[in-house]
């Protein structure tokens, strides 16, 4: 599976395999997560972390732990002081905010279980987090896997197995989703295997199937050709011969083929084409995705649901006709007071018609409840079993009792049998409306083309044919022939030809976008023009559009802070509704002892006891907890698929609430609020250097660095020397070409962030950077040097300073043009009550030239990378909710700082860690469409609350009688139960109106105002 936000994550703080420079990035970063290590003796620790690998035996390990139940930094103070009390702990620290604790210790030490334990004998809950599983790549030490679990009904049932999965050994973590019927759990396989965790939903009382895992030597096939058993033998057969292939099940009804087979040994195409082949083109395979079984399922749901609906209402209308319409037909009302024994035959054909109902059709909500009771919670269905069977039971025993006595007290037969119906339409209709929530997720999916034409290569690279093969078997470094209209079928690179692309569906950019030889592109994008012939670069879970559907799932599956409301409601709910219902009995049945009511408000040959168990069964059966509990998920669901849609990715329900109270968005200015293309405006030299000498130099010092300012450094020499204008913005200069013989030898290269850089040419040194690095190494600037630089700076330009051997040789100027649209954004962010900030290591004159120009007044400059958090926690002292707007990459620290990570113009890169929010344009306008989109969310999810709150607090007096003795009006039970049948569907559909959310465009943001 695609990497995701979880909430439980191990993190290494050096990873195998990178580069110098890049593990000293990469390590700093994860440093800095949640607090700051400065002091020599953390440096030390961190060192010894190394030294062990992160996660050996031999040296320390790093965890994080998520810690619920902190409220203020007293909380945090005290689990901080638990875990230093703990023999083997050598560093903690507790983010309060992020309701998290860093721990490094010695695993000879102390266990991960013992740090748990030690957080809870605080008074607080603990989870060790696990983990995070990289993007196609297996899992050593656990596997996630993604279980369909079907039977649920509310928050009560999502409790119940949540807390079933985790008490299973050898299972790390388990989420489970009302919305979606899905659950995802994480599992040590040498403990426990898929099967054990499927048993264990199913003993549970619900249904359970694995969807799919993270292990990516699995394939499921479906089979076309399987006629018959000596069909199915020669398939087995073939299986068995072919190398590679660890072991298989073949489903012959269904046609379903999985195959568990070593990657290393042979690869998913040459498995499929092994299996055709060696049957002589008899069998017909086509690998199946996993999606395609999660569609079926909520189809499968619905019309399970409709099926039990007609069958129950089949039966409850003639029940109808017998109660209400043969008693006015003469003929009909002979036949059905006919005495057979002890009833009339309209009893006898009443009780037989419901009991079908009650226990055949009903079966589920007994099934349902007695689960439920078992696993010690309650939920709707113990409400509806509850409801029926008083009314089904004491109509049998209201005939008993007359067969006996010969007195005939009215039955209610009807009401329990048209109380399931319109239980099961309203089940149906929310199983409906819950699959319209997926909509977005389901039009993602669609986007990845069925088939993919392959281009084979002979002698010489050159191409001698194409196949046609199934999009799912291409393989990283196929050669794939896209025609015009076509689907792209991976993310690649162009080889050739030249198109223009529609890349709408993926990043929500409008405009079709230009494609040529070694351009990127993305699968799942319609070509629109001419044909294009592309190298697969990431297939699988690695794609683009894989990985933003696991993101979209997994802020699906994820639950919104304000949900825990409605989780404690549903924890009550049906023990305060049962305790309300016997209140009424009792209440109605003493009333009618003393006289406190006349007798002609009693039914027709009616008691006391039946006038007010009618009372007490449509309390029990309007009352509805599935409201409270789909008021979140469901407007958190269709929220991340329109976010999707719009090229907006949001991480969880947690983001997603954050940001309708953002007070501060913080901006970096570099690429962020400018448009990241620096351009050199200015060559000043300020000593007898003459001006192409000046530019080589400061090309071949810059030439090693990997800055947008040196890029640009290195364009400008060349384009001055070579008059070479695709490279004069320095983004298509690779280091050949740089170096191509024009360029000075160096040596001893080093850059200084925050600073600019510094190496030896011609044994002599040179310093290219900002007036720090000038005044550190006691270069002096002259006056009219620094007049000059005051000028570049006030008109919003980067002077970059250049001294060499001593001496200070020249001025460069640098622009980089402000985005079109961030003046309006601005203004708009403004507009709505959030105030922009502007955070940069650019000096102060620029910066704040760049920020009059757009419109910002809070500028903080000259601040190094590591410091952006701690403006970020300067600012959320006084509990303000902070937005950090950057780039994903140099900005990770600040952007898991701020309570809101937006990282912009992530491009194909969209699984940056560190953001809460992951924008695929480089546009400015996805900040407002971030804040806007969340705050009409939680706007749907309060009306929803309210909904379903005042459904429940004006339908129970009614259903209890509390209006009758004015309105002499009885709510029957039937009535009670399709009112709450209807509100759960009510909510969904409340949801289901953000499918129509607009983004906000640029003509229309400042219209937008503080909510």
Known sequence: MAPSRRDLQLTPVAGDGLGSSAAEIGAM???????????????????????????????????????????????????????????????????????????????????????????????????????????????????????????????????????????????KRAVVALATSLGEVEYDPNVINKDDIVTAIEDAGFEGSLVQSNQQDKLLLRVAGILN?????????????????????????????????DPEVVSSR????????????????????????????????????????????????????????????ALFDTVLVWRCGPFMIGDWLKWALVSVIQFVIGKRFYVAAWRALRNGSTNMDVLVALGTSASYFYSVAALLYGAVTGFWSPTYFDASAMLITFVLLGKYLESLAKGKTSDAMK???????????LLIEGKGGKFVGEREIDALLIQPGDSLKVLPGGKIPADGVVVWGSSYVNESMVTGESVPVSKEVESPVIGGTINMHGVLHIKATKVGSDAVLSQIISLVETAQMSKAPIQKFADYVASIFVPVVITLALFTLIGWSIGGAVGAYPDDWLPKNGTHFVFSLMFSISVVVIACPCAL????????????????????????????????????????????????????????????????????????????????????????????????????????????????????????????????????????????????????????????????????????KTGVLVAYNGVLVGVMGIADPLKREAIVVVEGLLRMGVTPIMVTGDNWRTARAVAKEVGIEDVRAEVMPAGKADVIRSLQKDGSTVAMVGDGINDSPALAAADVGMAIGAGTDVAIEAADYVLMRNNLEDVITAIDLSRKTLTRIRMNYV?????????????????????????????????MALSSVSVVCSSLLLRRYKKPRLTTILELTKE
């Open 947 to 979: 909904f379903a709150m005042a459904y429940n607090v004006v339908s129970i007096p009614i259903a209890a009688g509390v209006f009758f003795p004015v309105l002499r009006v009885q709510m029957p039970p039937w009535a009670a139960g399709a009112c």
């Open 629 to 796: 509990g789909l008021a979140t998920p469901t407007a958190v669901m269709v929220a991340t698929g329109v976010g999707a849609t719009n090229g907006v990715l949001i991480k969880g329900g947690d983001a997603l609430e954050k940001a309708h109270k953002v007070k501060y968005v913080i901006f970096d200015k570099t690429g962020t609020l400018t448009q990241g293309k620096a351009t050199v405006t200015t060559a000043k030299v300020f000593s007898e250097m003459d001006r192409g000498e000046f530019l080589t130099l400061v090309a071949s010092a810059e030439a090693s660095s990997e800055h947008p300012l040196a890029k640009a450094i290195v364009g400008y020499a060349r384009h001055f020397h070579f008059f070479d204008e695709s490279t004069e913005d320095g983004e298509t200069n690779s280091k050949e070409s740089q170096n191509s013989g024009w360029l000075l030898d160096t040596s001893d290269f080093s850059a200084l962030p925050g600073k600019g850089i510094q190496c030896l040419v011609n044994e002599k040194l040179i310093l290219v950077g900002n007036r720090k690095l000038m005044s550190e190494n006691a270069i002096t600037i002259p006056d009219h040097v620094e007049k000059f630089v005051a000028d570049l700076e006030e008109s919003a």
């Open 270 to 329: 040459t498995l499929v084409d092994g299996i055709e082949g060696e049957g002589y083109g008899k069998f017909k395979l086509r690998v199946m995705s996993p999606y395609e079984r999660l569609t079926s399922k909520d189809t499968g749901e619905a019309s399970n649901m409709f099926r039990r609906f007609i069958s129950s209402l089949s039966l409850s209308i003639p029940l109808f006709f017998i109660q209400v319409i043969c008693p006015h037909i």
């Open 29 to 171: 970063e994860e440093v800095r997560l949640l607090d700051s290590y400065d002091d020599e003796e953390s440096a030390d620790y961190l060192s010894k972390i190394e030294e062990g690998g992160g996660s050996g035996d031999s040296g320390l390990r790093k965890i994080q732990v998520g810690v619920t139940g902190m409220t203020c930094a007293a909380c945090s103070n005290s689990v901080e002081g638990a875990l230093m009390s703990v023999n083997g702990v050598v560093r903690a620290s507790v983010a309060l905010l992020q309701n998290r604790a860093d721990v490094v210790f010695d695993p000879n030490l102390v266990k991960e279980d013992d740090i748990k334990e030690a957080i809870e004998d605080a008074g607080f809950e603990a989870e060790i987090l696990a983990e995070p599983v990289t993007a196609g790549a297996k899992s050593q030490a656990t596997l996630v896997g993604q279980f369909t679990i079907g039977g649920m009904t509310c928050a009560a049932c999502v409790n119940s197995v949540e807390g079933i999965l985790r008490d299973l050994p050898g299972v």
């Open 229 to 261: 058993e000596l069909d199915a033998q020669v398939l087995e057969g073939i299986l068995t011969r072919l190398n590679g292939v660890r072991q298989f099940r073949l489903d012959r009804i269904s046609g379903e083929l999985e195959v568990v087979f």
């Open 443 to 453: 039009k993602l999916v669609q986007l990845t083309p069925a088939t993919a034409i």
